[in-house]
């Protein structure tokens, strides 16, 4: 269990976020402050919605036909979901990194490279400082400096998702997002990501989907558990686990639904 | 069953037999030497001198042409049909696009004839007929095959890829042009292959366009012929056992060669993924 | 928190920095010329359909379509010729329906791997690869010389068959292929043989996309050309033009479009040339049609589900 921080700014607010499929109402109303340089845990049954709010987050529905999202989201106060905000430069602030590795077919080192050569670094040195800065902070370093320029699909699931975690922090974001980062890796993979994101937590806001609340247990010092599209609950992570308030958070806590 | 299976293989068997042994008569009984027939300038074969360098080189501009023409808007289709169509344009553009593969050559070289032709011989002064003509009409009929397996290729590519991309913020054509055309390379080589396979082969709307001079092409105007033009109009006057028939089965072996020889280009690219 | 090199790291604004105006500038342009491109096609098939039918409009007549052609005077008529287009695309279907049939089966539910299909497949794509002119000769060899049958819709048709095999084997496979193997493995639990499971469950499920893949290929035969040249001829008979014996001289539609370009003597080539054009149009249009409600109609009947 992970102590509280004392409380600094929120980085990342949202407001009434209601996300619909067409016709299918996913997310109901969502609502939750995410403190700065924390990790907050979303944790909830398969189907509940926790993915498809930390996608609103960084305005990954955009790219879904027939996906709607309305409400606010605010980053630093301002909300992203203003129609003269470009999501290129959200996406930017925000990094996420998916529950499969999806490295590209590049060499380690472009994909490391991907983001700020888009965004317009062209100096090389730059970008060789960036990739080990990046590859550091993944704990990947070692493992591949001598082999940077091979093929980033040579790498074990559990290196491409480290890889895939430097690729995002290359861009320096202030909020990283990760749905469900550890499920398909094996358990040394897993305590792997969970020790690297006790390090991220340092310089980055967190969030983090997962549907082990051991895990969430762990690592994380906020929880919000979601519910049939709703966020029931949201608290430090030690009152949700010892003190739920709410009776389905109790009933999920101890298992009497999964 | 087997045996019907066996039937592609026995057709291949003699296809090769056949056109082989036919093929190579200009050598053995006409005897003509290869590097005559796949270099010299002059035609004429009734005096022993097949020399189809004109023909070779008219196939190889009006390809080039064609694939240079066709190939980059075939791939772009592609792209569009992949990664941005909505799918009411996807049901306008596919149906069309079968279309396109559905209207017999004939006919392809009928309207280059009565639009092309015209039109070309307004805008240049020339007789219309020609390299560029026939590049234009190839260019046409090439793109189906490009886009259709272009499209393909790009589908193959993993959506995850796309979604990487975008999260870290690209913009659309960002992440179609640094993730998915170089992951689907092997793909989109092997559209362009078949593309250049289907323009060396096609016989009549080139032949109805070309102009069928015997002549080495000096600009795109200037009409020229090519290996199946050549043959589709020599054929019906030559005597069997001429060495004028000799001399075009040979051309249609070297396409048969040409053929095969792409067909092993395919299986490279594809082998290199 | 580390400024990063690339801009706007850590600032608070989200104005849209200069860098991101210009990316979204050439995604844009880049996003309308392939729209461009995409419409630059319908347009021009439209453009090309519409030529064809105002050029053709004026010649097509009841007259025309039913009277034989004429070698030297106006007036002649392509009646003949769109027998023998029918003529010669059933026969070839005759023999290329089973052989593709049977060969798709067999490479796609019965040998799933080795040196056999491994050659059966390369043969396939090498012969789809070869143009159709060069088949034209290999058919000119083997019937006309060969055989001795001199110009026949027969040697035509077995050309063809040559000429469709491949692409006609890849539509059996797909087709086949699209039939779930759940499908199979409920069949073969049950006790079935795997020819039986073939016929009673695979077949039909896979009848819509593989009648559609034949409408679709009999419309390319109806239009094939220069297979056909010089295996079943470039004239009809005179006093028999409706002849159905496998060995006549059958000039088709399609041949008799560039036979009418190229060497005939009539003096109204341009009104032949337009109405034959226009009626291969027409043909291939309706080819296509009937694919796709066949298609959808067929799956339906089968399988309860449209494809």
Redesign the interface.
């Known amino acids: 269990m992970v102590e509280a921080p004392p409380v600094t700014q929120d980085k990342v607010v949202a407001e009434n976020v209601n996300v619909y499929y067409g016709s299918f109402h996913a997310i109901k109303n969502a609502s939750l402050k995410i403190p700065a340089k924390s990790v907050t845990a979303l944790i909830g049954p398969s189907g509940c919605g926790k993915s498809t709010f930390l996608r609103a987050i960084d305005r990954m529905h955009d790219l879904t036909p027939g996906a709607r999202v309305t409400g606010k989201v605010l980053l630093d106060g301002q909300d992203i979901y203003a129609p003269e905000v470009d999501p290129v430069v959200i996406r930017h602030r925000i990094g996420m990194v998916f529950q499969r590795p999806n490295p590209f077919p590049k060499s380690i080192y472009e994909n490391v490279a991907y983001g700020p050569r888009i965004h317009g670094e062209r100096n090389r040195k730059v970008l060789d400082a960036t990739v080990e800065r990046s590859l550091r902070q993944a704990a990947l370093w070692d493992e591949v400096k001598d082999r940077l320029h091979h093929s980033a699909l040579g790498l074990s699931g559990g290196q491409q998702q480290r890889l895939c975690i430097a690729r995002a922090v290359a861009l320096n974001p202030e909020v990283l997002l990760m749905d469900e980062p550890a499920s398909a890796l094996d358990p040394i993979a897993t305590s792997k990501i969970e020790d690297l994101i006790g390090e991220l937590k340092n310089e980055y806001t967190v969030i983090i989907v997962t549907h082990s609340m051991q895990q969430a247990a762990r690592i994380s010092e906020f929880t919000a558990f979601f519910h049939l599209g709703e966020i029931v609950e949201h608290d430090t992570t030690s009152n949700i686990f010892t003190r739920p308030k709410e009776k389905r958070t109790e009933d999920y806590i101890t298992g009497r639904f999964g | ?9 026995i ?2 068997a ?2 090769f037999g ?2 082989g042994l ?1 093929g190579t008569k200009t050598f053995f009984v006409d005897h003509v030497s290869p590097l005559t027939f796949l270099f010299s300038p002059t035609y004429a074969p009734d005096a022993k001198q097949p020399g189809s360098l004109v023909f070779i080189v008219g196939s190889l501009a009006i390809t080039l042409f064609a694939i240079c023409l066709g190939g980059p ?1 075939g791939v ?2 592609g ?3 992949s990664e ?3 799918p009411k ?1 996807a049901a ?2 596919k ?13 392809y ?3 280059g ?3 092309l032709v015209p039109l070309i011989r307004a805008l240049s002064g020339t007789a219309g007929f020609g390299l560029m003509a026939a590049g234009i009409v190839l260019s ?1 009929m090439i ?1 189906p095959t490009v ?1 259709t397996l272009s499209e393909d290729a790009l589908k193959a590519v ?1 959506p ?2 796309r ?12 992440t ?4 998915v055309l ?2 689907a390379k092997s793909g989109l080589a092997v559209a362009i292959i ?1 593309g250049v ?1 289907r323009a ?5 709307a080139v ?2 366009v070309i102009g069928n001079a015997v002549t080495l092409p000096t600009s795109l105007f200037s009409p020229t012929s090519a290996l ?1 033009t050549e ?3 020599d ?2 006057g030559a005597a ?1 056992g001429s060495p004028l028939q000799h001399a ?2 040979s051309m ?1 072996f070297l ?2 060669l040409i ?2 020889f ?2 092993l280009g ?1 299986k490279l690219a594809l082998r290199k993924r | 928190m580390a400024v990063s090199a690339a801009k706007p790291g850590g600032a608070p604004l989200l104005t849209v920095p200069s860098n991101v105006k210009i990316r979204r500038a050439a995604n844009n342009v880049m996003t309308g010329l392939l729209w461009l491109c995409a419409c630059g096609v319908v347009l021009m098939l439209a453009l090309l359909v519409g030529y064809l039918f105002y050029l053709g409009y004026g010649a097509l007549s009841w007259h025309f379509i039913t009277a034989p052609p004429s070698e030297v005077t106006a007036g002649g008529g392509i009646g003949p010729e769109i027998f023998n287009s029918f003529y010669i695309l059933c026969l070839t279907l005759i023999f290329t329906v089973p052989i593709a049939l049977l060969s798709g089966i067999y490479l796609q539910e019965y040998a799933k791997s080795g040196r056999f299909r491994q050659i059966v497949i390369f043969c396939a794509e090498s012969l789809a690869t070869v143009p159709s002119i060069v088949m034209g000769l290999f058919g000119l060899l083997v019937f006309v010389y060969l055989l001795g049958w001199k110009f026949s819709a027969l040697g035509g048709a077995l050309t063809l068959t040559v000429v469709n095999l491949p692409a006609l084997m890849r539509v059996t496979q797909e087709a086949l292929g699209s039939v779930p193997d759940t499908y199979r493995e409920a069949s073969m639990g049950l006790g079935a043989t795997r020819w039986q499971t073939v016929v009673h469950v695979v077949i039909p499920s896979a009848v819509a996309p593989l009648i559609t893949g034949i409408v679709l290929i009999s419309g390319r035969i109806f239009g094939e050309t220069a297979a056909l040249i010089y295996t079943a001829g470039l004239s009809v008979s005179v006093n028999n033009p409706y002849d159905w014996s496998l060995f006549h001289t059958a000039e088709t539609l399609a041949v008799h479009l560039w036979y009418t370009h190229s060497e005939s003597l009539v003096p109204d080539v341009a009104r032949i040339g337009n109405g034959s054009a226009l009626v291969l149009l027409i043909m291939v249009l309706l080819f296509n049609i009937a694919a796709r409600f066949l298609g959808r109609a067929l799956s339906a009947r089968f399988t309860g589900r449209v494809s």
């Open positions: 069953m087997k045996g019907a299976g066996g039937f592609v293989i057709a291949m003699f296809l056949y056109l036919e808007i772009a289709v792209v569009f049909l941005l169509a909505p344009m306008l553009l149906p069309s696009i079968e279309l396109l593969v559905g209207i017999p050559s004939v006919v070289g009928w309207l004839l009565t639009l046409i793109l886009i993993s995850f890829l979604e990487g991309s975008m999260a870290l913020g690209a913009t659309r054509w960002e179609i042009w640094r993730v170089p992951t078949l396979a060396i082969g096609e016989t009549l032949q109805m199946p043959i589709v109009i054929m019906a069997q075009l089965f249609a396409l048969l053929a095969m792409l067909i395919v």
